[in-house]
């Protein structure tokens, strides 16, 4: 069965052992790219029980930084100066993990 990506859907077996194997393809993903689902667990973590105007906030700044709903935010900046806002590379996805991996040793 095909199912296209992102859609939700349930599964429920008729026999009491059943097997089911669910994988998400991505096409066009840039190599050593987060998985998308850590990034879910990890806003839940951060936003989810925070009170509702500091939510209302980090919506803001995700629809800015992450989903660009104004445009690229980093246009304005030479490629130098873009930071963790610079072109996808294994380098830059390296580099951000060991900052997120470093953040979370730290909350402990």
């Excluded at 879910?40 to 803001?60: G, N, S, T, Y």
């Excluded at 130098?80 to 830059?92: F, N, T, V, Y």
């Amino acid at each position: 069965m095909y199912i296209p990506y992102g859609w939700w859907h349930g599964v429920e077996s008729l026999e009491p052992i059943s097997i089911l194997v669910n994988y998400w393809w991505a096409p066009g993903k840039p190599v050593g790219i987060g998985r998308p689902y850590d990034g879910l667990l990890h806003a839940i973590l951060a936003f989810k029980h925070l009170p509702d105007d500091q939510r209302a906030v980090w919506r803001e700044i995700l629809d800015y930084y992450v989903f660009e709903r104004s445009g690229d935010p980093a246009e304005h900046l030479p490629e130098h100066a873009k930071g963790i806002l610079s072109a996808p590379s294994p380098e830059l996805f390296n580099h951000m993990r060991n900052v997120i991996i470093r953040s979370l040793e730290s909350d402990g």
